[in-house]
């Protein structure tokens, strides 16, 4: 090898190295952690976990996704699985904790709870208030779908997995304000939601004037985390089309 080659060659991994290690820098730099914060409501510390991507700035506020874990869960579950995705898209994500893991319930995890969360959010961080969003798995799926149709004018779209409403509760569909869009997703082997009770509820919702996809998913079961990153890109392709067109409206309510 002569001198000349030689020059070329050391320049050539000098450079091929300076490049690696920024990329490197810029991965690590673009990976923000998942941090565990609290929120006061009705009194109460409520915890919740938030993923803020460093490339959100104020000039372009971001949407913001609350994420609803299921039975046995916490908030940081599903934004481990969504982390990813929500970096790539400029995505805030909050996943709060149920007062009590085994499910969510009706009044204590919402709806006030979750308006108190949302509302911290947009005074600590750039949220477009337009582009708020619910993301629900199983248990957190069910109360995704209650807490879309009693604030259907604050949030503006909402996704599910695995969860389906009794019969019995299908009469508060009609009181939906707004016909908030949503989608659902369940796997054609989840032995938890049937297939015929997912249909049902989406039919149900879609009788009271509701907007509802329905995606069945061939070969899966309730194990949402074994196929998350589809399921994740497939929702937010849903989520992202939709934007309240008026200024979010929470409307305080009594429940017995």
Known sequence: MNTHTSTKMKCFILLFAAFVFVLTIDSVAAKSKIVKNSVLSEGKKRNYYLIVSETVTASKPAPLIVMLHGSGRDGRVLLEHWQELA??????????????????????????????????????????????????????????????????????????????????????????????????????????FPLPDVRQTRDALVAAGLPVELTEIPNHDHNYYARSKEINRSAWDFLKKHELTDDPYYQEHQFR
Not at 106 to 120: I, R
Not at 131 to 150: D, E, K, N, P, T
Not at 151 to 176: P, T
Request: proline share 7%; hydrophobic share 45%.
């Open 87 to 192: 970096e790539k898209e400029n995505i805030i994500i909050a996943g709060p904790d149920a007062a009590d893991s085994a499910g969510w319930n009706v009044p204590k995890d919402g709806p006030k709870f979750l308006h108190n969360l949302v509302e911290e959010l947009k005074a600590k961080h750039p949220v477009n208030p337009k582009r708020v969003y619910l993301f629900g798995h199983s248990a957190g799926a069910i109360f995704g779908i209650f807490m879309s149709v009693v604030e259907s004018r604050y949030f503006a779209a909402s996704v599910v997995h695995a969860g389906a409403v009794k019969k019995d509760n299908y009469s508060f569909f009609k009181d939906a304000e707004r016909k908030i869009p949503i989608a659902m997703f369940v796997g054609a082997r989840d032995p938890l």
